[in-house]
C-alpha cells in the first residue's frame, strides 16, 4: 500500500493550490534499507508525492510522466511532513528539440513543484509530458567483468528500498543491472509501482558503479548522494509488477566531487521503459 | 574558433542543457540572476567545458565567470592558451 511508504496528511482535492501534506512516519519503509543505520528520506520519495498531487488534482489531464530539472536540496533524516505545491502553466515547455524536450503532439504545458519541509525548499523541479528517446549508451568494452558477486557488496541500500537485483555486467563508467519489480517495491500500488521507482532503479545502478570502481579503479568511485536529475522520462504511470527491467549507466562527465550519469531502463525484449540522467555528489 | 562561433556554442549549451530561451542568453546576461542557475549548474557547466571542449578549469578560474561573455571569453583565452 502507498500508505505503508508516506500518508496524505488530509484529503487531497482537486484545488492545485490546495498545498497537500504528506507524513513520513518513523516506521515508513522508505527507513527499511534507506540507509541500515541512518534513515534519510529518498528523493522518490519527494517525486512520489508531486506525482501523487498531481494524480488527485490533475483531473482531465494526462499524467505527466517526466520531470525536468529537479533539484533535491536538503537531507531530510527521519521522520518529517512534506508540503507539496504544484503550479499549472503555459510557459514551462522545454526548447523544441532539447534532450528533455515535449512531443511535437504534447502540451505545450508544464508543471513546476515545490516540496517543502518546515521552511526549507526539499525539492523543486518540473513535471511535463516528454518522450523517451534523448540518452545514448556507449557500449561495453572487452574488459567489461560480468559481476557474479552479490550487489549488496557494492550497494548501501537494503531491505524493501533496494530494487537493484544483481550486476549484470560492468566496467569503469558503465555499468548494467536487472531488477524485477515486486509488489515490496517502493511506491507499489495494486497492480504495479509509481515508475518514479526507475529513477531510483538507474541511482542504485549508478551506486552500484561507483562501489564497484572504489574497489578496482585506483582514485574512483565512492558513496555519493543524489543532489538533482536534469531529466527523467518513464514510458507509463506504473511498472506492472514481474516486469523484468534491465537498467544501464554511464557516467557522463564529472568534475571535483560532482558526477552527472546517464541511463536508461528496458525490457528484457528492448523496450524502453525509462531514462534519465542523475547528477550525484561524491559523499 | 571566433567569438560569434564560441557565442552560438554557448547558447546552443544553455538552451539545450538548461532548457533556457535563446533570445534570454545575451553576453551581458548574468548566469545566476538573469539564467536562473545555481551552484550545481555552475558546476555542471565546468564539467561539460573541461570534457566537450578538453579545457582545463581551475577553482579560481571558476569564480572570474559571471555573464555569458565571460563564459565566451573564457573558452576563447583557454583555447588560445592551449593552442
Same mark, same amino acid.
Given at each position: 500500500m502507498m500508505t505503508d511508504w508516506f500518508r496524505p496528511a488530509r484529503p487531497l482535492d482537486a484545488a492545485l493550490t490546495a498545498e497537500p501534506r504528506f507524513?513520513?512516519? #518513523?516506521?515508513?519503509?522508505?527507513?527499511?534499507?534507506?540507509?541500515?543505520?541512518?534513515?534519510?528520506?529518498?528523493?522518490?520519495?519527494?517525486?512520489?508525492?508531486?506525482?501523487? *498531487?498531481?494524480r488527485r488534482s490533475l483531473a482531465g489531464v494526462p499524467l505527466p510522466l517526466a520531470f525536468r530539472r529537479v533539484r533535491f536540496r536538503?537531507?531530510?533524516?527521519?521522520?518529517?511532513?512534506?508540503?507539496?505545491?504544484?503550479?499549472? *502553466?503555459?510557459?514551462?515547455?522545454?526548447?523544441?528539440g532539447s534532450p528533455a524536450g515535449p512531443a511535437a503532439d504534447a502540451p505545450a504545458a508544464g508543471f513546476p513543484f515545490e516540496v517543502r519541509w518546515g521552511d526549507q525548499l526539499?525539492?523543486?523541479?518540473?513535471?511535463v509530458q516528454a518522450p523517451c528517446g534523448a540518452v545514448k549508451l556507449p557500449p561495453f568494452?572487452?574488459?567489461?567483468?560480468?559481476?557474479?558477486?552479490s550487489i549488496e557488496d557494492f550497494l548501501p541500500h537494503r531491505g524493501r528500498m533496494r530494487v537493484a537485483a544483481s550486476i549484470l555486467r560492468v566496467q569503469p563508467g558503465l555499468c548494467e543491472v536487472e531488477a524485477e519489480a515486486l509488489p515490496s517495491?517502493?511506491?507499489a500500488f495494486a497492480t504495479g509501482a509509481d515508475s518514479v521507482v526507475l529513477l531510483e532503479l538507474l541511482a542504485q545502478t549508478a551506486a552500484a558503479m561507483t562501489g564497484w570502481e572504489e574497489r578496482h579503479t585506483p582514485g574512483g568511485g565512492g558513496r555519493g548522494f543524489l543532489v538533482g536529475s536534469r531529466?527523467? *522520462? #518513464?514510458?507509463?504511470a506504473e511498472v506492472p509488477f514481474g516486469t523484468l527491467c534491465r537498467s544501464t549507466v554511464h557516467s557522463l562527465r564529472h568534475r571535483d566531487n560532482y558526477r552527472v550519469f546517464q541511463g536508461l531502463v528496458s525490457a528484457p525484449d528492448g523496450t524502453l521503459l525509462a531514462e534519465g540522467e542523475l547528477q550525484a555528489f561524491r559523499a | 574558433?571566433? &567569438?560569434?562561433?564560441?557565442?552560438?556554442?554557448?547558447?546552443?549549451?544553455?538552451?539545450? &542543457?538548461?532548457?533556457?530561451?535563446?533570445?534570454?542568453?545575451?553576453p551581458e546576461a548574468h548566469?545566476?540572476?538573469?539564467?536562473g542557475l545555481d551552484s550545481i549548474d555552475a558546476l555542471d557547466m565546468v564539467g561539460y567545458l573541461e570534457s566537450e571542449l578538453d579545457l582545463e578549469i581551475k577553482e579560481e578560474e571558476i569564480k572570474t565567470i559571471r555573464t555569458v561573455q565571460d563564459v565566451v571569453d573564457f573558452i576563447l583565452r583557454k583555447s588560445a592558451e592551449k593552442a
Open positions: 507524513s513520513v512516519a #518513523s516506521d515508513s519503509l522508505f527507513f527499511d534499507g534507506h540507509f541500515p543505520g541512518r534513515p534519510i528520506v529518498p528523493g522518490i520519495a519527494l517525486l512520489g508525492m508531486v506525482r501523487e *498531487t498531481a536538503a537531507l531530510i533524516e527521519g521522520e518529517a511532513t512534506l508540503v507539496t505545491r504544484l503550479t499549472a *502553466t503555459t510557459a514551462a515547455a522545454g526548447t523544441e526539499a525539492a523543486d523541479g518540473l513535471l568494452g572487452p574488459d567489461a567483468v560480468e559481476e557474479s558477486r517495491w517502493p511506491l531529466f527523467f *522520462t #518513464s514510458s507509463s | 574558433m571566433t &567569438q560569434e562561433e564560441v557565442l552560438a556554442l554557448v547558447v546552443k549549451y544553455f538552451t539545450e &542543457q538548461f532548457e533556457i530561451a535563446a533570445e534570454k542568453i545575451k548566469l545566476f540572476k538573469d539564467l
